[in-house]
């Protein structure tokens, strides 16, 4: 722009502000350029910082998902140890225990003065105890590792209440008390196994701690349930200890002569119970006794009929001369077993293994009659594959029975589906003498 000739001041001032504000016009978008670009890159410095950000959580979150992967591993690790431990020990634990039972057993048979009976029956009664005290220290020990889980079905309940009335029906009648365990039809859905032990420990506290009178147990139909009462005459239980009794380690009664309990048995039952689902209740009055409740569900379904090994009372104990093959891995069981054996009057072989056993039947007189097996040999083989080694080369289905220390749902399932009778260890004499006269029918 050039100054033409005549043009005055105030036009010229004109010119001079238009030029001006031209100029702070041009100066103004400069620096909007300039600020925009400073966004974009304080923008751009923001994504790299929160990139890097998430990446380190990102890290972090990685490495505490291994950390957390890792203690699951070991937790894992660690229960499966403990189960391992558990049906390993209980296992080691009942076997000598068992070859104790047996050749206990077997020294009664020979002795007739009145003092070494009595002392044989005070070691019986110490060898029970014990065994009581391993089963329920290991059914603890199972449920705290969570491999003791419950087989509901449908059984009449009488497969639970007759055995128990003829196993402490002698226990009774020696502390002079009247136990009466009322019969009943009732088909109830629970564990049969879990529901035993249950009534087994109530039957066994009322009768220990009842000095006079007697134990009465009854049922009630409660609408969809059932009500199975264990009634008591004994000292009654203290409001206050009401509670603690079903704890492990506490006693109802500290200062009762002769009673050395361990406080586990109302331990067991209410952690069955609460496993099965069937409520436990206590009602109590001192000096009068103690009545303990237990709801079962009823069951519309039909129960499957009764093993034959029910029927065991109905065959005579005659088993002298008969023919017993026994195979067993446990030197100490075997030697013990023998022995029994022996002293009814049975002609016996034993193995220790399938392949030994059929190596003794070329110089046997007479094959077997009858196989006892241990569940559980050496080197992986179970008894029913010795015993169907055994049945190959005689020739015939000698009939055959399984003993084992393992008390799982999953040796039932072997034998049962082998079709054996089978006996837990430790092994009740007259119980196997019972079941090898019925074999022997």
Same mark, same amino acid.
Request: hydrophobic share 45%.
């Given at each position: 722009m050039?100054?033409?000739?005549?043009?005055?001041?105030?036009?010229?001032?004109? !010119?001079?502000?238009?030029?001006?504000?031209i100029?702070?016009?041009?100066?103004s978008r400069?620096?909007r350029s300039?600020?925009?670009q400073?966004?974009?890159?304080s923008?751009?410095?923001?994504?790299?910082?929160?990139?890097?950000?998430?990446?380190?959580?990102?890290?972090?979150?990685?490495?505490?998902?291994?950390?957390?992967?890792?203690?699951?591993?070991?937790?894992?690790?660690?229960s499966?140890?403990?189960?391992t431990?558990?049906?390993s020990?209980?296992?080691?634990?009942?076997?000598?225990?068992?070859?104790?039972?047996?050749?206990?057993?077997?020294?009664?048979?020979?002795?007739?003065?009145?003092?070494?009976?009595?002392l044989i029956?005070?070691?019986?009664?110490?060898?029970?105890?014990l065994?009581?005290?391993?089963r329920?220290?290991?059914?603890?020990?199972k449920l705290?590792?969570?491999v003791?889980?419950?087989?509901?079905r449908?059984?009449?309940?009488?497969?639970?209440?007759?055995p128990l009335?003829?196993?402490?029906a002698?226990?009774?009648?020696?502390?002079?008390?009247?136990?009466?365990?009322?019969?009943t039809?009732?088909?109830?859905r629970s564990?049969?196994?879990?529901?035993r !032990?249950?009534?087994q420990?109530?039957?066994?506290?009322?009768?220990?701690?009842t000095?006079?009178?007697?134990?009465?147990v009854g049922?009630?139909?409660?609408g969809?349930?059932i009500?199975?009462?264990?009634?008591?005459?004994g000292?009654?239980i203290?409001?206050?200890?009401?509670?603690a009794?079903f704890?492990?380690?506490?006693r109802?009664?500290?200062?009762?002569?002769?009673?050395t309990?361990?406080?586990?048995g109302?331990?067991?039952?209410?952690?069955?119970?609460?496993?099965?689902?069937h409520p436990?209740?206590l009602?109590?009055q001192i000096r009068r006794g103690?009545?303990?409740?237990?709801v079962?569900p009823?069951?519309?379904?039909?129960?499957?009929?009764?093993?034959?090994?029910?029927?065991? !009372?109905?065959y005579?104990n005659?088993i002298?001369?008969a023919?017993?093959?026994?195979?067993?891995?446990?030197?100490?069981?075997s030697?013990?077993?023998?022995l029994?054996?022996?002293?009814?009057?049975?002609?016996?072989?034993?193995?220790t293994?399938?392949a030994?056993?059929?190596?003794?039947?070329?110089?046997?007189?007479?094959?077997?009659?009858?196989i006892?097996?241990?569940?559980?040999?050496?080197?992986?083989?179970?008894?029913?594959e010795?015993?169907?080694?055994?049945r190959?080369?005689?020739?015939r289905?000698?009939p055959?029975?399984?003993v084992?220390?393992?008390?799982s749902?999953?040796?039932?399932?072997?034998?049962r589906?082998?079709?054996?009778?089978?006996?837990?260890?430790?092994?009740?004499?007259?119980?196997?003498?019972?079941?090898l006269?019925?074999l022997l029918?």
């Amino acid at each position: 722009m050039t100054l033409q000739a005549g043009e005055n001041s105030d036009d010229l001032q004109r !010119r001079i502000l238009k030029l001006e504000k031209i100029n702070r016009a041009l100066m103004s978008r400069v620096e909007r350029s300039v600020d925009s670009q400073f966004n974009a890159f304080s923008l751009f410095e923001t994504a790299i910082a929160l990139d890097h950000q998430v990446r380190r959580r990102t890290q972090e979150l990685q490495q505490a998902m291994r950390s957390i992967e890792k203690a699951k591993w070991q937790a894992e690790a660690a229960s499966s140890l403990k189960t391992t431990f558990v049906t390993s020990v209980g296992h080691d634990l009942l076997q000598p225990l068992n070859a104790a039972r047996l050749a206990l057993s077997a020294l009664g048979e020979m002795q007739n003065g009145p003092e070494g009976g009595a002392l044989i029956e005070q070691v019986d009664r110490c060898l029970v105890t014990l065994e009581d005290l391993i089963r329920t220290l290991l059914d603890l020990s199972k449920l705290d590792a969570g491999v003791m889980r419950p087989e509901i079905r449908s059984f009449e309940l009488n497969d639970v209440m007759e055995p128990l009335a003829r196993e402490f029906a002698h226990f009774a009648q020696k502390r002079g008390l009247k136990l009466k365990i009322f019969a009943t039809r009732t088909t109830v859905r629970s564990d049969p196994s879990m529901l035993r !032990r249950i009534l087994q420990n109530l039957l066994a506290n009322a009768l220990r701690y009842t000095s006079r009178g007697g134990v009465l147990v009854g049922v009630r139909r409660r609408g969809e349930n059932i009500l199975v009462q264990v009634c008591d005459t004994g000292p009654g239980i203290p409001e206050d200890r009401r509670e603690a009794i079903f704890q492990e380690f506490q006693r109802a009664h500290d200062d009762i002569p002769g009673e050395t309990g361990f406080g586990l048995g109302l331990a067991i039952v209410r952690r069955f119970a609460q496993v099965l689902g069937h409520p436990v209740s206590l009602a109590s009055q001192i000096r009068r006794g103690s009545t303990f409740s237990v709801v079962i569900p009823l069951s519309a379904e039909a129960p499957p009929p009764p093993p034959a090994v029910a029927q065991l !009372r109905n065959y005579p104990n005659r088993i002298a001369g008969a023919k017993i093959l026994v195979i067993e891995n446990e030197p100490e069981v075997s030697e013990a077993m023998l022995l029994l054996l022996e002293r009814w009057g049975c002609d016996v072989a034993v193995a220790t293994s399938g392949a030994e056993a059929v190596e003794k039947l070329s110089v046997l007189a007479h094959p077997p009659q009858i196989i006892i097996a241990d569940l559980h040999l050496n080197h992986g083989e179970l008894g029913p594959e010795a015993i169907q080694a055994v049945r190959r080369a005689c020739g015939r289905e000698a009939p055959a029975l399984l003993v084992t220390a393992d008390h799982s749902q999953r040796a039932e399932d072997v034998a049962r589906r082998n079709r054996l009778e089978m006996l837990h260890k430790p092994v009740r004499p007259a119980e196997l003498r019972s079941l090898l006269a019925f074999l022997l029918t």
